[in-house]
């Protein structure tokens, strides 16, 4: 019922801004999971498409799944005079790449196919591609949700033929798991240029 927005403003449409939007705001929400590299010791480029290899679960039978690439600046940054007076740089989660996969989709984009509630399933995706280097001091930082309203449209969080003709009553609360355990491992495989 509270849905993950994609910007921290109140917005009516799209703003073009949504891309450069600070994530602190999506970071401190219950429902978003958030893991971060320590201070890095020196650059690190990324390059190419990211794969997304969720381990999840859910207890309805329909999810969606957002991964989100974000650098974090040092809390010492200072502002930059060239950017809004709003935006305060120390800290900044700057999102660099993301994606979102409908989890019915996650074996076939022309078969859609339900989870089994409780059961631990593979999403596999591809993020966008990539190129970007994050700085000296700066961390990686990836977000994990399953919601980002009205960017994407709400999922039922249950298996209905076509999404865009659910009906309100289908319409359910969820609860989603990300794994990261060796049994059932999520991870992301990331090209780091040398």
């Known amino acids: 019922a509270h849905p993950v927005p994609f910007t921290e403003a109140t917005a009516v449409g799209m703003t073009r801004e949504y891309m450069t939007d600070d994530q602190r705001f999506a970071s401190r929400r219950p429902d978003v999971l958030t893991y971060q590299t320590p201070p890095l010791e020196e650059d690190m480029t990324l390059a190419g498409p990211i794969q997304a290899m969720l381990q999840v679960a859910t207890t309805g039978t329909d999810a969606d799944w957002v991964v989100k690439i974000i650098d974090v600046y040092p809390d010492d940054t200072p502002d930059n005079p060239r950017t809004a007076p709003s935006v305060h740089l120390g800290g900044y989660q700057q999102m660099v790449r993301s994606e979102v996969m409908r989890g019915r989709f996650r074996e076939s984009f022309t078969t859609p196919k339900p989870f089994v509630a409780n059961e631990v399933t593979a999403v596999p995706f591809t993020v966008q591609d990539l190129l970007h280097t994050f700085r000296k001091g700066h961390r990686l930082m990836v977000q994990v949700q399953s919601t980002w309203f009205p960017l994407v ?7 209905v033929p076509n999404i865009y ?3 309100e009553t ?3 609360a ?10 059932h491992a999520s991870q992301l495989v990331v090209k780091v240029l040398p």
């Open 153 to 159: 449209d709400r999922n039922p969080q249950k298996y």
């Open 174 to 183: 969820a609860t989603h798991k990300l794994y990261h355990n060796p049994a």
């Open 170 to 172: 289908d319409f359910q």
């Open 165 to 167: 003709e659910a009906n």
